[in-house]
Structure formats: C-alpha cells, structure tokens
C-alpha cells in the first residue's frame, strides 16, 4: 500500500514545527500572502505555500537518493550498505565522546 501524500494542513504543522525547533516563528511575519510594504517581508501564507512546494518537491527525492555500491554488489545489501554512517576523516573526535 502506498502511503499517502500529507495534507496542506499536515504539511502547515510539520513545517511550524520544524521552524520553532531552530527558533523560527512564522506568526512574525504579515498576515495573509501580501508582503510587508515596510520591510519587504513576505506574508505567512505565501511563505508556507513556499515551504509546503519545497517539502513535496524536495523530501522524497532525499529519501529516495541511495549512495552507489561497488559494481556486481548484491541489490538486497546494497539498500544495507547505502544506510552505512559516512566514513570520518577524524573518527576519534566523533567516537571518543560516546564511550562509557
């Protein structure tokens, strides 16, 4: 079954949520889709159809994006390998702080 695609309404939360989590709040600027003569600022509503045509543009292709595999790589642990952490070049400063 294929999931289905998430509301504008869901959409509208997930990106508030995800702009408060980095301190951003939307109910800053103007109201509706006109922008702010003063400042120039854009309004709510075009801002978050902005944001909702970059999520649907933008997010499944990222998730989709698999790293390549070495050639005559077996297709069921190619999936496995490409979930693999990116090799550090200082492994030892991202390790060291985890240890028990």
Given at each position: ?100
């Amino acid at each position: 079954m294929a999931p289905t695609p998430p509301t504008d309404a869901e959409l509208d939360v997930f990106i508030r949520a995800r702009l408060a989590s980095l301190g951003i709040d939307l109910d800053q600027l103007p109201p509706g889709t006109a922008a702010d003569p003063e400042t120039g600022a854009p309004g709510q509503a075009s801002v978050l159809a902005s944001l909702r045509s970059f999520v649907r543009g933008t997010i499944g292709a990222l998730a989709a994006y698999q790293l390549p595999a070495p050639a005559g790589t077996d297709p069921a642990v190619a999936r496995a390998l490409s979930q693999q952490p990116a090799p550090l070049l200082y492994p030892s400063i991202a390790t060291e702080w985890r240890k028990p």
